[in-house]
């Protein structure tokens, strides 16, 4: 009786030891998938986020699926193609040669009309093209503001300008132009930045300027800017999400347009028969790699630079800019000029960002760029 008695009490306590065996062995097969499920969520969450930020592939003119090519290019060292449009007398017959360089969402045809008197008066030759993924000139994902310099660099080269030619930028082209000083100052013979795009980041700017500037754009903007200069990756999700406030500037709210933009708004009419060239290989590669450019970190500070023509050439920069302009701080240009004496700098009263639109504005520039002094505004 008490042998069985003691075999009764061993195999109850072996039975409960294998039962909680099973438990945790239940528990332990239990964990281990919600692991795995758990990292099979993670995977397809991260999937899905990868496929949510990444742009869609451009569309490149020419391409089996793409735009077709309407206008003439040259093709760049890298294999690029560079779409350009020609304007002003004959470049063999020009005494002065004018690389135009456009803003934000434009393209060549954006080029401001010069007066064909003005034109044939002082031999100038104007050529303007498409920077890299807008209009019919491939993407470069590669974009800086050196590399948009080269480019106008080759395309002088390509098109025959001689070894000196001038420049003139506007607005977001700004960013391309500061590079031509930077990087080609040999091949300039004078410069024109007209309203030109100021990065909130350059490190010349003393941060509360910088910042006052910074927070007066509208909230929008404000995140817009941010995530392209921290978040560079996300800009194209960002800016193509509805429930997010979009840019300011990529929608045209009025709210960016001072007094004096509206006068001259009616003038964009003009643009329906090209308006759809401009985001045709989409708008990563023209808008958001703008945005991405132009708020990014610069390999230099304009701030820092020196005077290109410091050798005694006639040849000068000028910088025009509007005390309304809604778009670009009057503040940072003013300081910007400051800081560079050798920048000729005209301040507009009244003026807003559009004012190179104006009647007769465009040959006001030029006559300006190509004469010197004697025609300042």
């Not at 503001?145 to 480019?151: C, G, P, R, V, Y």
């Not at 300027?209 to 910074?214: D, F, I, M, N, Q």
């Not at 000729?344 to 960002?353: I, K, T, V």
């Amino acid at each position: 009786m008490a042998a069985t008695a003691g075999n009764r009490r061993v195999n109850a306590a072996a039975a409960r030891a294998h039962t909680r065996k099973r438990k945790q062995s239940s528990s332990f097969l239990s964990s281990g998938l919600l692991v795995k499920l758990l990292a099979v969520s993670l995977v397809g969450l991260a999937a899905w986020f990868y496929q949510a930020i990444e742009p869609p592939p451009p569309r490149i003119c020419g391409s089996p699926n793409g735009p077709p090519v309407e206008s003439p290019r040259v093709r760049l060292k890298d294999g690029r193609h560079l779409s350009y449009k020609e304007g002003g007398v004959p470049r063999e017959k020009a005494k002065h040669r004018i690389v135009y360089i456009h803003g934000f969402d434009s393209c060549k045809h954006d080029v401001p009309p010069l007066s064909k008197e003005l034109a044939e008066e002082l031999g100038v030759y104007l050529v303007s093209f498409d920077r890299a993924g807008y209009g019919e000139s491939d993407p470069n994902p590669n974009r800086t503001e050196k590399s948009t310099a080269l480019d106008v660099e080759e395309l002088a080269d390509q098109l025959g300008l001689g070894p000196k030619f001038y420049v003139i930028g506007f607005s977001m082209g700004g960013q391309a132009t500061w590079g031509c000083i930077k990087y080609v100052p040999h091949r300039l013979a004078g410069v024109g930045l007209v309203t030109p795009v100021t990065n909130y980041w350059w490190p010349g700017f003393p941060a509360n300027l910088s910042r006052e500037a910074y927070y007066n754009q509208l909230g929008a903007d404000q995140w817009a800017l941010r995530v392209a200069h921290y978040l560079p990756w996300l800009t194209y999700w960002w800016n193509t999400r509805r429930w997010i406030p979009p840019s300011n500037v990529i929608a045209y709210n009025p709210a960016l347009f001072s007094p004096d933009d509206v006068k001259q708004l009616p003038k964009f009419t003009d643009r329906a028969a090209y308006y759809h060239q401009v985001r045709q290989q989409g708008e990563y590669e023209s808008l958001h790699r703008d945005m991405i450019v132009g708020f990014g970190t610069w390999e230099f500070d304009p701030m820092e630079m020196e005077d290109p023509f410091a050798g005694g050439e006639a040849a000068a920069v000028h910088l025009w800019q509007g005390d309304d302009d809604r778009l670009v701080p009057v503040k940072l240009q003013r300081y910007v000029a400051a800081r560079l004496p050798w920048v000729r700098y005209h301040e507009l009263p009244g003026a807003g960002h559009l004012f190179l639109l104006a009647d007769g504005m465009f040959d006001t520039i030029v006559k300006t760029l190509v004469l010197g002094d004697g025609e300042q505004l």
